[in-house]
């Protein structure tokens, strides 16, 4: 058991110290190379073969219609809400399209605010 007076000396050095927690929303914090966050989808690479659809293990995947995708005119749907980030999906896409990014905001208001990003490149 450590002594009383160990303990003052020891909160005294912190009370005057450093603090040890950082200010969240005012500092920015950047994740870490291999974090898996918010989904990215580049739809000129996807063929819409829906072998990320049929891997998901939650089912947090839906194939919708787009003109975008070619040959299939289907696309993957990601919903964020029920997705355990596995990264099955970027795994098993034979073109490269889907991607986790390290982007680690995932909040929103209403659940379309919690998307997967579509970009066209």
Known sequence: MKKW???YKEA???????PYTIH???????????????????????????????VCPASA????PDERVKPAKRRPHFKLA?????ALCAEYCPTGAIKL????HLYGFDKRDVSAEVKSE
């Open 24 to 54: 969240y929303p005012f500092t920015d914090i950047k994740a870490f190379e291999g974090y898996r966050g918010k989904i990215s989808l580049n739809v000129n690479k996807c063929t819409g073969c829906s072998l990320c659809f049929r």
């Open 12 to 18: 005294l050095k912190r009370l005057f110290g450093k």
């Open 61 to 64: 995947i839906e194939m919708v």
């Open 5 to 7: 007076g160990y303990t």
């Open 82 to 86: 029920d997705c355990c980030y596995c």
């Open 101 to 104: 990014t390290t982007d680690y």
